[in-house]
T-cell receptor, first 110, second 113 residues
């Protein structure tokens, strides 16, 4: 069973703070990792993907991957109330099959 | 571009009924996917397709069937609906495989009573 695990939260951070979201995966064959944001009642939208060890930055978002520890994280700097959503972590091995975590609920408090 | 469209938005089925969930994309994407999302859970892959005429099972294919006769359309068929199929169904597409972006449709909320 290929599993992706996330802390369901809820995670609350004050506006302007750094939000840290974590994810672990069980399949060592996983090659690519994705972070999606999902607002309540809406479909997921891709924030970032990462497939190399280390950090990848895109604006206020930084994804971090450590394949040895099978660990992926997402940092959101200068958190805004509009960042309040559920964040889904996903892993893929072959490129055709994706395994999603259950998501972490984030609330940014104004 | 409409992106990925799904119909219907909502549906209530009785146990044992059948229905088809429609998914269409106008981005000329090769890859298409069907997911289900149960309350408070992540997405589970049901079926996927890498091009017209080619489909394959995902993680939770039982109780479902798909076909892909054109690049644009990827319908999901539910035969003999069961309460366990109550879920939100999302269709997604991408031009190629990872790490290309998957674009999701708005979802179909299905209740089986």
């Amino acid at each position: 069973q290929k599993e992706v695990e996330q802390n369901s939260g809820p995670l609350s951070v004050p506006e302007g703070a750094i939000a840290s979201l974590n994810c672990t995966y069980s399949d060592r064959g996983s090659q690519s990792f994705f972070w999606y944001r999902q607002y309540s009642g809406k479909s997921p939208e891709l924030i970032m993907f990462i497939y190399s060890n280390g950090d990848k930055e895109d604006g206020r978002f930084t994804a971090q991957l450590n394949k040895a520890s099978q660990y992926v994280s997402l940092l959101i700097r200068d958190s805004q109330p509009s960042d309040s959503a559920t964040y889904l972590c996903a892993a893929s091995n072959t490129g055709n099959q994706f395994y999603f975590g259950t998501g972490t609920s984030l609330t940014v408090i104004p | 571009n409409a992106g990925v469209t799904q119909t219907p938005k909502f549906r209530i089925l009785k146990i044992g009924q059948s229905m088809t969930l429609q998914c269409t994309q106008d981005m000329n994407h090769n890859y298409m996917y069907w997911y289900r999302q149960d309350p408070g859970m992540g997405l589970k892959l049901i079926y996927y397709s890498v091009g017209a005429g080619i489909t394959d099972k995902g993680e939770v294919p039982n109780g479902y069937n798909v076909s892909r006769s054109t690049t644009e359309d990827f319908p999901l068929r539910l035969e003999l609906a069961a309460p366990s199929q109550t879920s939100v169904y999302f269709c997604a597409s991408s031009y190629s495989s990872v790490p290309d972006t998957q674009y999701f449709g708005p979802g179909t909320r299905l209740t089986v009573l």
